[in-house]
């Protein structure tokens, strides 16, 4: 009985302490978090105008009719679709690559524990940012004005706005890798290439892989809409075919779309499983 009661009595005591780690996270400050949020958003809510029941009962029925229009999807010119589409994921694939080219010595200098000197680090600092700030859409209407229509500028968008996201992903893998196999390799008597070949590089492969891909997957479907102001790929069919009102056209496209977004991210899981 005694050895019970202690059982017991230990247990409630468990129970105790964990009850006064967990209470302080549903204190004052988290309700007064809760309801500033709630203020917020309900006056950004009234400031933007936005009415329910306009869009539930008003707008739905305009939506219903434009899905109604849209079919039974019209694949009678196929084979174009499917061309403009090879060549969306082609601007993507460019695209992508021209940002890693572009962000790996940015994400070097761009993080604290590799920099040289503070001058270094907030000018590429600044490059990555500002490069992310640049909507693509910008961009790419800057560069078919500059270069013209095609895949060209649409492949500089990509890669220019991605290499911000990029240069960001690396800088902080790299800022958070473990440095003690760096300071091994430095007792050891190795070279900065070699420190960072082999102490740094196999550390950040799983992070750099994984973002590659996700990125990757963001362009193709960034160069689907970038093709609407002529930076080539299926979007140019897309916005020609909502300008004719031919709206089985464009659910034909959306469906050519889908499958090559979900044939795509299907590939990339699993060559993702086979290398991390």
């Not at 890693?100 to 940012?129: E, M, R």
Request: glycine share 6%; proline share 4%.
């Amino acid at each position: 009985m005694g050895l019970n009661r202690r059982l017991k009595n230990k247990n409630l005591n468990g129970t105790h302490r964990l009850e006064k780690y967990l209470r302080p996270q549903w204190g004052w400050r988290t309700f007064l978090s809760i309801f500033g949020l709630i203020t917020v958003y309900s006056l950004i809510y009234f400031d933007l105008e936005i009415s329910l029941g306009n869009l539930l009962f008003n707008s739905s029925n305009y939506l219903i009719d434009i899905l109604a229009r849209m079919l039974p999807p019209d694949f009678s010119n196929l084979n174009v679709l499917l061309f403009s589409m090879v060549e969306t994921v082609e601007i993507a694939m460019m695209g992508t690559l021209f940002a890693i080219l572009l962000s790996i010595p940015l994400a070097i200098f761009s993080a604290k524990n590799l920099t040289p000197n503070k001058f270094v680090y907030s000018t590429c600092k600044t490059i990555t940012i500002f490069f992310r700030a640049l909507p693509e859409f910008i961009v790419a209407m800057i560069l078919v004005i500059a270069i013209g229509f095609g895949p060209t500028p649409g492949i500089l968008a990509l890669g220019l706005h991605t290499m911000g996201f990029l240069a960001k992903f690396y800088a902080e893998a790299i800022e958070h890798i473990d440095p003690n196999p760096l300071e091994a390799l430095k007792v050891m008597g190795a070279s900065k290439r070699q420190v960072f070949s082999f102490g740094v590089v196999p550390q950040i492969m799983p992070s750099f892989i994984g973002n590659n891909f996700y990125i990757l997957d963001r362009n193709i479907r960034m160069a689907t809409m970038l093709g609407i102001v002529g930076a080539g790929g299926i979007g140019y069919e897309l916005q020609s075919s909502f300008r004719m009102f031919e709206y089985e056209r464009v659910s034909a496209i959306i469906i050519v779309i889908f499958v090559t977004i979900y044939i795509i991210d299907y590939i990339s899981s699993a060559i993702r499983s086979k290398l991390l």
